[in-house]
């Protein structure tokens, strides 16, 4: 037996290009989201909720129905379902086999093998949070962070939607720094919190819960910003961003489909950065710029 509240879930499959309006109407119902890409589906997406209060489905089917609507799109069937906490930890865990990104082996607590020597072992138990390192996003974040260290030494960098905690966990391993990340969804503070400690690198780093740059001080200033989240919350945190990064500081931007990147550099570009490099894996891309 054990004390843990039941979990529901819900999914439903869409178009790539229909992300960010779906996640937006999911969003109020939902206390994480995440979406994965199905290679034998191209061109679509499964996003899932989770929720630890059960979903109304007749408020829901008329909440997807009004922005499948304003899309001129068909109306998604919402699958939901009731599950244990425990049970969903356990199947969360056994469909993240250990990977190589980058110079990381990256491995959930389930998994025995270790990595081959020098590669940075790193394990993350992502719970109900982003962040596993299978997703291109989060790959290609890796990718763009181990590119710029190769370059540039950091003093003061800055994970927005940390999630797992996987990006921020990376940047303190690799450069032993203090780093700052910050999300929403305080159950994934906390599941970052628990990874720092797995990877002994807790005292590296620190979590703070809320929106975009809400938790951050107004005068606090960063060298190297990274956000792994959708385009539309790309666009909205923008100016923040633009006003927290130094100059000739770095911002590394994923979370986007490449449909979405021309809207996002503009946005990104009236706050005085340019472009610097795209990392494009599939559907996905990840921006890398730099401020003037």
């Known amino acids: 037996m054990t004390n843990e509240p039941s979990l529901w879930r819900i999914f439903i499959d869409i178009q790539d290009f229909h992300v960010p309006a779906f996640e937006a109407a999911l969003e109020p119902f939902v206390e994480s989201i995440m979406w994965t890409v199905d290679e034998d589906a191209q061109g679509f997406q499964r996003m899932e909720g989770f929720s630890t209060t059960p979903f109304d489905p007749v408020l829901v089917g008329s909440v997807l129905a009004e922005t499948a609507k304003t899309l001129g799109a068909q109306?998604?069937?919402?699958?939901?379902?009731?599950?244990?906490?425990?049970?969903?930890?356990?199947?969360?865990?056994?469909?993240?086999?250990?990977?190589?990104?980058?110079?990381?082996?990256?491995?959930?607590?389930?998994?025995?093998?270790?990595?081959?020597?020098?590669?940075?072992?790193?394990?993350?138990?992502?719970?109900?949070a982003f962040g596993t390192g299978t997703h291109a996003t989060t790959s290609g974040c890796i990718e763009a962070i181990e590119a710029l260290g190769k370059k540039h030494t950091f003093k003061r960098p800055l994970d927005v939607g940390s999630g797992s905690g996987i990006l921020a966990i990376a940047m303190a391993k690799l450069w032993?720094?203090?780093?700052?990340?910050?999300?929403?969804?305080?159950?994934?503070?906390?599941?970052?919190?628990?990874?720092?400690?797995y990877n002994e690198v807790e005292q590296l780093l620190e979590f703070r819960c809320g929106p975009?740059?809400?938790?951050?001080?107004?005068?606090?200033?960063?060298?190297?910003?990274?956000?792994?989240?959708?385009?539309?919350?790309?666009?909205?945190?923008a100016p923040d961003l633009g006003r927290h990064l130094v100059k000739g500081g770095f911002a590394v931007l994923s979370g986007l489909l490449v449909r979405d990147e021309r809207l996002v550099l503009a946005m990104y570009m009236a706050q005085g950065l340019k472009f610097k490099r795209r990392i494009v894996r599939g559907d996905w891309v990840t921006l890398i710029l730099q401020k003037r």
């Open 212 to 237: 975009g740059f809400d938790p951050i001080a107004a005068h606090d200033r960063f060298d190297l910003i990274v956000a792994n989240i959708l385009a539309r919350p790309l666009c909205a945190i």
């Open 176 to 197: 032993r720094i203090a780093i700052l990340g910050t999300d929403i969804d305080p159950v994934a503070v906390r599941v970052a919190k628990q990874n720092a400690r």
């Open 75 to 128: 109306t998604p069937t919402a699958h939901i379902e009731e599950m244990a906490t425990r049970d969903w930890v356990a199947e969360n865990l056994k469909g993240f086999p250990p990977i190589n990104v980058g110079r990381f082996f990256i491995y959930a607590s389930h998994v025995e093998e270790r990595p081959l020597p020098g590669r940075i072992p790193m394990r993350i138990d992502p719970g109900n």
